[in-house]
């Protein structure tokens, strides 16, 4: 029987027991613990593949955990766990109380710094650097993981900008793979590419002209040439960047061939590598082909309408538009507060710019949509995909703080429409024009209409509706907790009320007065966070108008929400059916 390298190693000072000749069959088996755990788990697999080679050659060669490695977002993450202490509980990653999917500091000394978005690597990495500096420790490694994708982004600029003007022991690696999630997109990808292995870029180096020493393009996937030029790197001084050239999903053909469809797959076959085929007929649609597929009809009547998204086209499902219409639908790569400014000047001259962005990253641009768009009071259409609790990807993806950041913001309308079809009418209404910007958020995932596109109507900005009348107490829900809200109280006759307010900024202030005038306790429901959210709202209206009122607000509670399923963060959190029911006997 073959020796089994993998199944010796838990920890890099195993990996490097191994002599380097070794190394090839440890990452061929590597990759197949890879391909064989997440085809069965679930979770990101091309990325993990591309940086089988590299993640070998980082750890042989570098003194981890003593020297400090970022892995950028973390999508590639995979192998670096495997290698670090986590092999043998792999296979509860991005499970409830299993490790997370990404980096986390808590997890492991080998996380040096929790991950999750992008572009955060080098100014991570830098300000280890010059802590390690200033501690007179001078001979620490430094070294920032990072992908083509993200360092186009204004953050990873902003590092580079100012690492170059330091003398700081630092090494950013340079992961070009031409792919983030989708297709890299702009000038600075069109750049790379022209960069083969072993020919330089061209003279005006933008790299060196930053001040970094620029090494490569080398081959990513060969084991001697990264031992060797990591080694030589080890004693070069100052700021330096190696660049690499890999292929995302190396090693399984489909994901190499198919690779935004394998970024994150789902289950397939290890032995195949074909994808586990789901019939999806007759089930509800996902929100985002909601958005994908009306805001594509609205367009096609209306010229003033343009799309706009930051490196989520796929997930977005702005492809249907971007696809048909090419000139009026822009990836704009990794850049959110560039999407948000860029819709805002749109908006200047008349356009009708749909800004579709993930809760969790439009927080990137939390500036930009306070000061460029809602200060000079510009209709600008954020449609906030990924609103509330998103599942495995964990507490850097959830997006529930949306509600409680822009309901703060002067001029800002806010919506969380019930259902499928209520997010149709939103963005029909949004796309007629609006006096303020609008901000429609929906979640990750399929809703419960099969029959959704119906024809479109125009809602009234700030009116909320009754759902179920009831002599007792009386629920109030936004957007589609709605659904958990029903389902909680379906068995429960003639005691609760349920009132669904698609408007959580302006709130139906007249219908309020009703509520708080007949019942006397009160519950709210909101997947976002209770502090400055949807039920802080309703607090601080009985407050203000003297009203004595029980009122309980469920939603997120104050820490952060790790991974699992939906259904079980939801029952965590006390927003499932039935914590919701329990909340209810509590009082009547």
Same mark, same amino acid.
């Given at each position: ?36 755990? +997440? ?26 955990p003593?020297?400090?490695? +970022? ?29 997370? *999917?990404?980096p ?9 710094f ?31 993981i ?8 204004? %953050?990873?600029?902003e ?19 031409a792919?983030?999630?989708d ?24 790299? $060196? ?36 050239i ?65 490196? %989520? ?7 249907? %538009? ?13 850049? $959110? ?12 001259q ?20 306070i ?19 998103v ?12 509600i409680?950041?822009?309901?703060? +913001? ?15 009418h939103?963005?029909y ?15 990750? *995932? ?9 024809? %479109?109507?125009?809602?009234e ?20 907790i709605?659904?958990?809200?029903t ?5 429960? $006759? ?38 400055? *959210? ?28 790790h ?17 919701i ?8």
């Amino acid at each position: 029987m073959q020796q089994s390298f993998l199944s010796n190693i838990k920890y890099p000072s195993d990996l490097r027991k191994l002599s380097t000749d070794q190394l090839p069959k440890l990452a061929r088996e590597l990759r197949d613990f890879v391909i064989n755990i +997440v085809a069965a788990k679930e979770g990101h697999l091309g990325a993990s593949l591309g940086v089988i080679e590299l993640t070998i050659a980082l750890h042989y060669i570098f003194d981890t955990p003593n020297d400090l490695l +970022v892995w950028d977002v973390g999508h590639q993450a995979y192998p670096h766990k495997i290698l670090t202490g986590r092999k043998d509980i792999f296979h509860t990653n991005r499970q409830l109380d299993g490790i997370s *999917g990404f980096p986390k500091r808590t997890e492991s000394d080998y996380d040096t710094f929790g991950v999750g978005h992008s572009s955060t690597s080098i100014s991570a990495v830098l300000g280890m650097a010059i802590a390690s500096k200033l501690k007179g420790d001078i001979t620490k490694q430094h070294v920032a993981i990072i992908g083509d994708a993200s360092i186009a982004s204004g %953050m990873a600029f902003e590092g580079l900008n100012h690492a170059g003007v330091t003398d700081t022991n630092m090494l950013v690696i340079l992961n070009d793979n031409a792919i983030g999630i989708d297709p890299s997109v702009g000038a600075l990808k069109e750049y790379l590419t022209k960069a083969k292995i072993g020919v330089r870029p061209r003279k005006n180096n933008i790299i $060196e002209a930053l001040n970094f020493n620029y090494f490569g393009p080398i081959d990513g996937h060969d084991l001697p040439m990264l031992l060797k030029t990591l080694e030589k790197l080890k004693t070069t001084k100052g700021p330096k960047l190696l660049h690499i050239i890999t292929t995302k999903g190396k090693g399984l053909k489909q994901a190499e061939e198919d690779q935004v469809k394998y970024h994150a797959p789902g289950k397939f076959d290890a032995s195949t590598g074909d994808l586990i085929s789901k019939d999806n007929t007759g089930l509800p649609p996902k929100f985002q082909d909601v958005f994908g597929f009306t805001i594509l009809e609205l367009a096609r009547k209306n010229k003033k309408i343009i799309g706009i998204t930051p490196a %989520m086209p796929t997930g977005s499902s702005l492809k249907y %538009m971007m696809e048909e219409m090419p000139d009026r639908a822009f990836d704009v790569g990794i850049a $959110e507060q560039h999407a948000v400014t860029l819709a805002a000047g749109m908006a200047t001259q008349g356009l009708i710019p749909f800004c579709t962005i993930y809760s969790t990253f439009l927080q990137r641009a939390y500036d930009q949509v306070i000061h460029d768009v809602a200060l000079q009071n510009l209709p600008v259409i954020f449609c906030v995909d990924r609103a509330g609790i998103v599942g495995a990807d964990g507490a850097t993806h959830h997006g529930v703080y949306d509600i409680a950041y822009l309901s703060c +913001v002067p001029n800002m309308i806010v919506a969380a429409p019930a259902n499928e079809i209520e997010l149709r009418h939103l963005l029909y209404t949004a796309s007629l024009g609006l006096d303020h910007p609008i901000a429609i958020r929906y979640p990750r *995932g399929r809703g419960h209409i099969i029959d959704w596109e119906v024809p %479109m109507q125009k809602l009234e900005i700030g009116k909320a509706t009754s759902l179920k009348k009831g002599s007792k107490i009386a629920l109030v829900s936004t957007g589609t907790i709605a659904h958990n809200v029903t389902k909680a109280i379906e068995a429960i $006759e003639k005691t609760i009320s349920h009132y669904h307010f698609c408007f959580i900024k302006p709130l139906d202030i007249d219908l309020l007065k009703q509520i708080v005038q007949n019942y006397d306790t009160i519950i709210t429901v909101e997947d976002g966070v209770i502090k400055g *959210g949807f039920g802080s709202s309703i607090l601080d209206f009985a407050n203000q108008n003297n009203f004595k009122n029980n009122i309980v607000a469920l939603g997120i509670p104050d820490q952060f929400i790790h991974h699992g399923t939906v259904d079980q963060l939801h029952n965590i959190c006390g927003i499932s059916p039935e914590k919701i029911l329990n909340t209810i006997n509590t009082y009547l």
